[in-house]
């Protein structure tokens, strides 16, 4: 892959949209839920509540916007689940093949004879998190012969053991058989909803990566939602064939040592986990949802930056999903009007840059910088301060003191993963203790990067919180 992409969003026709109330719920629990995520420091991007597939309430926190994409994380392997199940509905592919068969000539490669354990591993094994592995590997750039190599633990199918390498392996099957994952389901799913510009990872070999890596946006999120409570029909349509939907979404195996939140010990089936109350659900890192409940054809599409996902999924069950009446409920204008209001200011928790109006040593200003393929270089013109940027060569300015929302190339190592996209990024600079501090923030991807140039030189670090970072050599933006 060379150069960087642009891609354009589009969902199609929108789900319908409703009042809260016709959908059995308060707009004071919807602004109960939202503030109880506030409470508790639940870093929420965007949210679409949805019932017989109409949407009754929606919030997305500034920059997060309903055309932003933002990759799902984990998230993206239920969509890999149901390119598996319509390639099986197909006659593509057997979820009893053996992995031995599919990959005989990566284990020929690997220069190892398949053992017992290799020999009884299936695609219905991938797909349960139930390789037999202990753990899963990503040594090397070949991620089909680090899956190979692995050692196993057990017999595939007696354990469960979350791996994001098979379903990796899952997307590689499919790549085996001559079906790009991406352009599938574009194809068979995507397509037939409305819906372009969403985009994969890929690995060395140009396969998707299947267990995470896909950037969408939050309707896609809500429809694949309305189309999983709906047995995979849409229009009339069978997309998703409900013979793999049932299996796919119901307990294929235990996970109930796997930990101790409850909504990661109701059961796992096809790359989907089983809740506590009878919802299911897809869910990725940092909180990207895809919650189910057909008994009240229910969804919740949520994407956030969180560290506790049960308690972002114990909110929506409390206050929204266990509080919903049978049928509609009066109107309340009040609490409406009061949640349109919240609806309306509600920001993502972006940590901007504080500028203390201190100067920076004279040896730092008209120096460049380098950082991997980037360069940072301050210039003072007319006594005020700008930071002269470039990232894989394409220019930015930043006066001082301004955070602004650029259009950044981003490439999180091509050769690795395929990734190379334009993607929206919050930028901010200024001046503190002496020294330059920038802050990035990747949209998409969600990399939050602190960098400080002083007289000792240029340090960087990623941010996961006010009191987690780590600090790093290489930035790939």
């Not at 109880?36 to 991007?45: D, W």
């Not at 591993?121 to 190979?148: A, P």
């Not at 609806?343 to 008209?366: E, F, M, N, W």
């Not at 990747?442 to 919180?465: K, P, Q, T």
Request: proline share 5%; aromatic share 10%.
């Amino acid at each position: 892959m060379t150069g960087f992409q642009r891609f354009t969003p589009q969902i199609g026709a929108p789900l319908p949209r409703i009042r809260p109330e016709n959908a059995g719920v308060s707009p004071a629990a919807v602004l109960k839920m939202i503030r109880s995520y506030a409470e508790k420091g639940l870093r929420i991007h965007s949210f679409l509540l949805i019932r017989d597939g109409r949407v009754y309430s929606e919030g997305y926190y500034a920059p997060y916007a309903p055309d932003l994409f933002q990759t799902v994380y984990s998230l993206s392997k239920s969509f890999t689940s149901v390119a598996m199940g319509i390639a099986e509905g197909e006659g593509l592919l057997s979820l009893d093949e053996k992995i031995e068969d599919i990959f005989a000539e990566e284990i020929k490669q690997a220069g190892t004879q398949p053992s017992k354990e290799l020999s009884g591993l299936t695609v219905r094994n991938l797909l349960r998190m139930g390789t037999g592995q202990e753990k899963e590997s990503w040594s090397g750039t070949d991620h089909i012969l680090s899956f190979l190599k692995e050692p196993f633990h057990e017999m595939p199918g007696e354990h469960f053991r979350y791996n994001t390498a098979a379903t990796y392996m899952c997307a590689a099957t499919l790549w085996k058989k001559g079906i790009d994952l991406e352009a599938y389901l574009q194809e068979k799913l995507f397509g037939p909803l409305g819906i372009s510009g969403a985009h994969w990872q890929r690995c060395a070999r140009g396969i998707c990566t299947g267990g995470y890596g896909l950037s969408i946006l939050p309707e896609i999120i809500a429809k694949f939602g309305v189309l999983l409570a709906g047995d995979g029909v849409f229009e009339g349509r069978q997309l998703i064939p409900k013979g793999y939907l049932d299996q796919a979404t119901t307990k294929q195996i235990s996970n109930a040592h796997h930990s101790p939140n409850p909504d990661w010990q109701a059961g796992y089936g096809y790359q989907f986990w089983m809740c506590q109350n009878g919802s299911f659900r897809g869910d990725g890192m940092y909180g990207q949802l895809c919650v189910v409940n057909r008994a009240k054809n229910a969804v919740l599409a949520m994407t956030a930056f969180v560290d506790d996902i049960q308690a972002e999924l114990s909110v929506y069950f409390d206050e929204i999903l266990s509080q919903m009446a049978d049928a509609p409920i009066p109107e309340e204008p009040e609490a409406f009007a009061a949640l349109q209001a919240e609806l309306k200011g509600l920001r993502a928790a972006i940590q901007p840059v504080v500028d203390d109006g201190g100067a920076i040593p004279k040896s730092v200003l008209g120096k460049e910088y380098r950082l991997g393929p980037h360069s940072l270089r301050v210039e003072e013109e007319g006594g005020k301060l700008s930071l002269h940027a470039s990232f894989y060569g394409e220019p930015v300015v930043l006066p001082r003191g301004r955070t602004g929302q650029y259009l950044l190339p981003t490439n999180l190592g091509a050769n690795k993963t395929g990734i190379a996209v334009f993607s929206p990024a919050v930028l901010g600079y200024g001046v503190r203790g002496g020294k330059l501090a920038l802050r990035i923030l990747s949209l998409e991807f969600m990399f939050d990067v602190s960098i400080e140039i002083g007289e000792d030189g240029l340090n960087a670090w990623h941010v996961y919180d006010v009191n987690h970072h780590k600090r790093i050599e290489h930035i790939g933006f």
